[in-house]
């Protein structure tokens, strides 16, 4: 079965520091993405990549940044974090584009204070 | 305005019942997802009907999709009590995007 796994699970975070949030996928899929869900709310794209040393903007991607080193991770990087970047965040791959299954992560909820 | 929207917000219903959420969505598509999540969980995939498909199955779960007035339908039949999730459907948006775009969900609760 397909695997994402995101780490940390949750973490809280000062504002105007630097955030790393991180994801491993041993799907062997080419599409990874960062979706942003805010309570009550459906998830958002930040960035996403479809293959390594590479990546896209997604519809909400200020503030953010994105790095996929490899085909299996892929990581989102908030370097000055804000209060309002408190959201549950969700990495998922997908073996292709998007009228394919994505696969996501538990997820990591990030509280900046 | 959001591409893609569920109705009712939310819902309850006993076990043994059966439900049904509904999705319209703005854009043409080549495919109609729905998910559900679970609390403390990411989505999972419950069905995925394409733009050529009408009705799908898989258990208890049926999608069905009208391109023409653009909604889909998820139903579940003989509901329990671990169906109590926030259901999504989620369309790629075509014209070269393809962005899978998610709705803000149904909440069902399933009681005993």
């Known amino acids: 079965e397909a695997a994402v796994t995101q780490s940390p699970r949750s973490k809280v975070a000062v504002t105007g520091g630097k955030v790393t949030l991180s994801c491993h996928q041993t799907?062997?899929?080419?599409?990874m993405y960062w979706y942003r869900q805010d309570t009550g709310h459906g998830l958002r794209l930040i960035h996403y990549?479809?293959?390594?040393?590479?990546?896209e903007k997604g519809d909400i991607p200020d503030g953010y940044k994105a790095s996929r080193p490899s085909q299996e991770n892929f990581s989102l990087i908030l370097e000055l974090a804000s209060l309002s970047q408190t959201a549950v965040y969700f990495c998922?791959?997908?073996?292709?584009?998007?009228?394919?299954?994505?696969?996501f992560g538990s997820g990591t909820r990030l509280t900046v204070l | 305005s959001q591409l893609a929207e569920e109705n009712p917000w939310a819902l309850s219903v006993h076990e043994g019942e059966s439900v049904t959420v509904n999705c319209s969505y703005k854009?043409?598509?080549?495919?109609l997802q729905w998910y559900r999540q679970k609390s403390g969980e990411g989505p999972a995939q419950l069905i995925l009907?394409?733009?050529?498909?009408r009705e799908k199955r898989n258990g208890r779960l049926r999608a069905t999709l009208d391109t023409s007035s653009q909604s889909s339908s998820l139903s579940i039949t003989a509901t329990r009590c671990e169906d109590t999730a926030v259901y999504f459907c989620?369309?790629?948006?075509?014209?070269?995007?393809?962005?899978?775009?998610f709705g803000s969900g149904t909440q069902l609760t399933v009681m005993p």
């Open positions: 998922a791959s997908s073996p292709d584009t998007s009228a394919e299954t994505l696969y």
């Open positions: 799907n062997n899929h080419d599409y």
């Open positions: 009907i394409r733009s050529n498909e």
């Open positions: 854009t043409s598509i080549t495919a």
């Open positions: 989620a369309t790629d948006a075509s014209s070269g995007s393809w962005q899978l775009i």
């Open positions: 990549s479809y293959v390594a040393d590479s990546t």
